[in-house]
């Protein structure tokens, strides 16, 4: 069973960056395709972005795009958020599908190919 492990979250100004590890302890993440998603309070889980498992196929929640970049090497997947404003304040989730071949959708529909989650890391950006 693959287990997915967020870390990197914290505290971060307005305008600040931060850079989020996803990795599967014992696995191979090059393996998988992986997503990343995010949840303020009180709002609805939300895609934010996904890379194939070649790393063909990226793609971005038009709210981060030209801010964050989704990176990964054999063992861990990363989100490089720079540029942030309050409201990317929020818990940071990796997700991965069970198939290899996973292509990844428009956000809207990120959330249903998911199999593995971890249990998040939280960024708070506040001055």
């Known amino acids: 069973q693959l287990q997915l492990v967020e870390s990197g979250g914290g505290l971060v100004q307005p305008g600040g960056s931060l850079g989020l590890s996803c990795a599967a302890p014992?696995?191979?993440?090059?393996?998988?395709?992986v997503a990343w998603f995010r949840q303020a309070p009180g709002k609805t889980r939300e895609g934010v972005a996904c890379m194939s498992m070649n790393g063909g196929n990226i793609n971005y929640a038009d709210s981060v795009k030209g801010r964050f970049t989704i990176s990964r090497d054999k063992n861990t997947v990363y989100l490089q958020m720079n540029s942030l404003k309050p409201e990317d304040a929020a818990v940071y989730y990796c997700?991965?599908?069970?198939?290899?071949?996973?292509?990844?959708?428009?956000?809207?529909?990120?959330?249903?190919?998911?199999?593995?989650w971890g249990k998040g890391t939280p960024v708070t950006v506040s001055s």
């Open positions: 997700a991965a599908p069970k198939n290899s071949a996973y292509v990844c959708p428009p956000m809207s529909l990120l959330a249903y190919g998911m199999e593995y």
């Open positions: 014992g696995y191979r993440l090059d393996y998988y395709a």
